[in-house]
Nanobody, 124 residues
Framework: QVPLVESGGGSVQAGGSLRLSCAAS????????MGWFRQAPGKEREGVAA????????YYSDSVKARFIVSQGNGKNTITLQMNSLKPEDNAIYCC?????????????????WGQGTQVTVST
């Protein structure tokens, strides 16, 4: 088991910024891939951003490219998502995911371990 703990999120006006963090709490082995997914009411889960924790390569969905930045956090097995220029369509529950072997980093079925999720609300 890989326990994932998310922090950040909350409410912001359109055009604002929020920062999410996710850590594999207490897990000492190296995780190869971590990513962020979101799900809005009535919609399917969407891959937002992901990162190869070994090579540092980042992956983004077209809907957030140039607005969101995924990066490794300060601690081991930690990932952050800096969300800028937020739009009302970014409203969703954002979940962190992790796994050791991932072929398609923005596909949710590739990941075994999931956090509980954190709400992001963007108002007009």
């Amino acid at each position: 088991q890989v326990p994932l703990v998310e922090s950040g999120g909350g409410s912001v006006q359109a055009g604002g910024s929020l920062r999410l963090s996710c850590a594999a709490s207490g897990y000492t082995a190296s995780i190869y891939f971590m990513g962020w997914f979101r799900q809005a009411p009535g919609k399917e889960r969407e891959g937002v951003a992901a990162m190869s924790m070994i090579g540092g390569r980042a992956y983004y969905s077209d809907s957030v490219k140039a607005r969101f930045i995924v990066s490794q956090g300060n601690g081991k097995n930690t990932i952050t998502l800096q969300m800028n220029s937020l739009k009302p369509e970014d409203n969703a529950i954002y979940c962190c995911a992790a796994d050791f072997r991932v072929i398609a980093p923005l596909v949710s079925s590739e990941y075994t371990y999931w956090g509980q999720g954190t709400q992001v609300t963007v108002s007009t």
